[in-house]
């Protein structure tokens, strides 16, 4: 197999025509059987870029983008209903609501549900911010599938909630002792 080493560090593979960068080697220091790890490296790369993108399309932490998403999103919700469908922290999910509150974007209403709890509620600035940055996060999600078929991405979500249930699984047997 020929190697060509590129001025940029990349080294192009002349059985597949595909370049091998940085990246394509660290993603192969372990195997497919390290789905796993491939799934977390490319996690830290979509945070990354995300938290670029929300910081620069609207000044605000992607834990605050991703509060004010859920709410836009799922409607009114208190900050322990979001921090389940998030998968985040509650204490991360009370600093982001303080700070969307404080900045006008979200605002709170007394829980006819439970007392002790508030219902968020987006703004008019929150629900502006929203629309907007959600135009460029749909654009983003979509280069990211670029090269995949509607199939191929169907079968990836599938696949994913698989081993997404599988992980909820494992955590559960964690806790439960088993």
Known sequence: MARDESPHGAVT??????ERGPLEEAWRIFDARHLPYRVLMLGKMLDRL????VRDRAGMSLAEWRVLAHIAVMGSKSASEVS??????????????????AGGYLSRANNPRNRKSSLLTLTPAGKTVFDQVHLHRRAFFDALMTGLTPEE??????????MARNADRIASERAGGT
């Open 13 to 18: 593979r002349e059985d597949t025509g595909q």
């Open 50 to 53: 995300s938290v670029q993108q």
């Open 84 to 101: 389940g469908a998030a998968l985040v922290d509650r204490a991360e999910v009370s600093r982001a609501v303080r700070s969307l509150e």
């Open 153 to 162: 991405v169907a079968t990836l979500d599938r696949l994913l909630l698989t």
